[in-house]
């Protein structure tokens, strides 16, 4: 049991993001199962408006793009973040590294807790550059709070997802160590 569920603390915000667009993406499902299952204190709230983020220019920056300043505000107001993401062509999807790059500037993630998801085995360089990309903007990668999933059934919603014992297992694993992070950090 971690500290936050023996505190009467305020709630802790966790941002999860999925680096796919699709609405019913393998990521998007296990980040809602992740929400599903996390303790009653915990509130994980899955970043939608990815793809509304205009694509990166840093001299934009002073224009204050509304997209911007409120991915950058959900972060900010956020104690963890949650990353899954698919790969494609051995690496990031843009869409995601799009919106890495235009916080790498105002500092959201520098020593914020982060985990990351992965819902396939095979898929090792988009992880390996995540944590490189959030290694170079001082992020905090968790890796006791990453985890590969086994293969997700591209049928199941959410609910079930979260039914699945052993995937239950491992969401609430991963999730109880990215609180511990937060509570060392404080």
Do not use: C
């Not at 204190?41 to 408006?49: A, D, F, G, R, T």
């Not at 204050?64 to 409120?70: G, T």
């Not at 903007?137 to 709070?145: K, W």
């Amino acid at each position: 049991m971690t500290t936050f569920q023996n505190q009467k603390t305020p709630n802790i915000q966790i941002l999860a993001i999925s680096g796919s667009l699709r609405a019913s993406s393998s990521n998007a499902r296990l980040l809602q199962a992740a929400a599903l299952l996390a303790p009653k204190e915990v509130k994980i709230n899955l970043y939608q408006n990815l793809g509304e983020l205009p694509h990166f220019n840093p001299g934009l920056d002073d224009f204050n793009i509304s997209a911007v300043l409120d991915f950058r505000n959900q972060l900010k107001n956020s104690h963890a973040v949650i990353i899954s993401s698919p790969e494609y062509a051995h690496g990031v999807p843009g869409t995601l590294k799009n919106a890495l790059d235009w916080i790498v500037g105002s500092g959201e993630l520098v020593e914020k807790p982060i985990a990351l998801f992965n819902t396939s085995a095979r898929s090792t360089f988009a992880q390996a550059s995540l944590k490189e990309t959030i290694s170079v903007m001082l992020g905090r990668i968790v890796e006791e709070a990453s985890i590969t999933l086994p293969f997700i059934d591209k049928n199941l919603d959410a609910n079930e997802i979260a039914a699945n014992p052993e995937i239950a297992r491992l969401l609430k694993g991963a999730i109880d160590a990215l609180l511990r992070s937060i509570d060392s950090a404080s």
